[in-house]
């Protein structure tokens, strides 16, 4: 069976870091795209940034984010990792890990909340 949980969340003030975790289990970064997928309050989903290839060597990262949040993956500890920093306002979201190029599979998801 197919599962992803996702944590770390919290609150941060504008300016701050927080590391988010996926676990998974039931597949492998080995063979699966594994996306982190965002949703602000009232807004669409946003990509955020993924993961592919062999081991999840590779990876992708939107522009809205790019310089400040970094993906990673721990192959051992079948752990997706979003190192977020210089957080802004705008980042206020659930963040979801998500498995495949059509996300057909999603995590329950973690809540950051960037505020003064």
């Known amino acids: 069976e197919v599962q992803l949980q996702a944590s770390g969340g919290g609150l941060v003030q504008p300016g701050g870091s927080l590391r988010l975790s996926c676990s998974v289990s039931?597949?492998?970064?080995?063979?699966?795209?594994v996306s982190w997928v965002r949703q602000a309050p009232g807004k669409e989903f946003e990509w955020v940034s993924r993961?592919?290839?062999?081991?999840?060597?590779?990876?992708r990262i939107a522009d809205s984010v790019k310089g400040r949040f970094t993906i990673s993956a721990d192959n051992v500890k079948n752990t997706l990792y979003l190192q977020m920093n210089a957080l802004k306002h705008d980042d206020t979201a659930v963040y979801f890990c998500?498995?495949?190029?059509?996300?057909?599979?999603w995590g329950q998801g973690t809540l950051v909340t960037v505020s003064s």
């Open positions: 998500v498995k495949g190029l059509s996300f057909e599979s």
């Open positions: 039931g597949f492998t970064f080995a063979t699966h795209t």
């Open positions: 993961i592919y290839g062999i081991g999840g060597r590779n990876s």
